[in-house]
T-cell receptor
Framework: EAGVVQSPRYKIIEKKQPVAFWCNPI?????LYWYRQNLGQGPELLIR????????DSQLPKDRFSAERLKGVDSTLKIQPAELGDSAVYLC????????????FGPGTRLLVL | KQEVTQIPAALSVPEGENLVLNCSFT??????LQWFRQDPGKGLTSLLL?????REQTSGRLNASLDKSSGRSTLYIAASQPGDSATYLC???????????FGTGTRLTIIP
């Protein structure tokens, strides 16, 4: 089966510019996650979807970050405007039903904000 | 607040040796613990998942153990190979929420 697909793989933008990341989870996986991983750190959850519902967005900086998962499949994470501190790797993951099952990760999008 | 710690941050061992990676957690209501591997510039690959009711899981040369009473998990790698070089992260899930809390990882280098 195909894995989690993310695009773009790399993105360089200037601060205050908008940026968007796209994720296509594994077919049939109901739960989708967006994580942010800073250099030398473990991933931290930004938002978790069950189907099209955001069930945990407590760690999402809502003043500048937004996410959507239309039709409960693909998802988009947006930052507007980007700040220097947003430079990180943004990882998307999916699991069949719940966060208590194995999560499968995409390759990530490496964002550099100048 | 759930905290996961991995020490050391980096480890180098000669090829062929057996090795143990450590993971400590503060969560007394752990639901499960997972070990992941991350290669440079890539996402995470799940290696083993241990439920709180289990004490260990094995896959090939890998064996992961879980001791809830001491708040520790170990990942044992037998007969290490250069291809095992990567960063290894552990992550736990709590009974009360469905959030994975990750450690900062151990960067493993196998010296040929």
């Amino acid at each position: 089966e195909a894995g989690v697909v993310q695009s773009p793989r790399y993105k360089i933008i200037e601060k205050k510019q908008p940026v968007a990341f796209w994720c296509n989870p594994i077919s049939g996986h109901n739960t989708l996650y967006w994580y942010r991983q800073n250099l030398g750190q473990g991933p931290e959850l930004l938002i978790r979807y069950e189907n099209e519902e955001a069930v945990d967005d407590s760690q999402l900086p809502k003043d500048r970050f937004s996410a959507e998962r239309l039709k409960g499949v693909d998802s988009t994470l947006k930052i507007q405007p980007a700040e220097l501190g947003d430079s990180a790797v943004y990882l998307c993951a999916s699991s069949r039903r719940s966060a208590r099952e194995t999560q499968y990760f995409g390759p990530g999008t490496r964002l550099l904000v100048l | 607040k759930q905290e996961v710690t991995q020490i050391p941050a980096a480890l180098s061992v000669p090829e062929g040796e057996n090795l143990v990676l450590n993971c400590s957690f503060t969560d007394s209501a752990i639901y499960n613990l997972q070990w992941f591997r991350q290669d440079p510039g890539k996402g995470l690959t799940s290696l083993l998942l241990i439920q709180s009711s289990q004490r260990e899981q094995t896959s090939g040369r890998l064996n992961a153990s879980l001791d809830k009473s001491s708040g520790r998990s170990t990942l044992y790698i037998a007969a290490s190979q250069p291809g095992d070089s990567a960063t290894y992260l552990c992550a736990e899930t709590n009974f009360g929420n469905e959030k994975l809390t990750f450690g900062t990882g151990t960067r493993l280098t196998i010296i040929p």
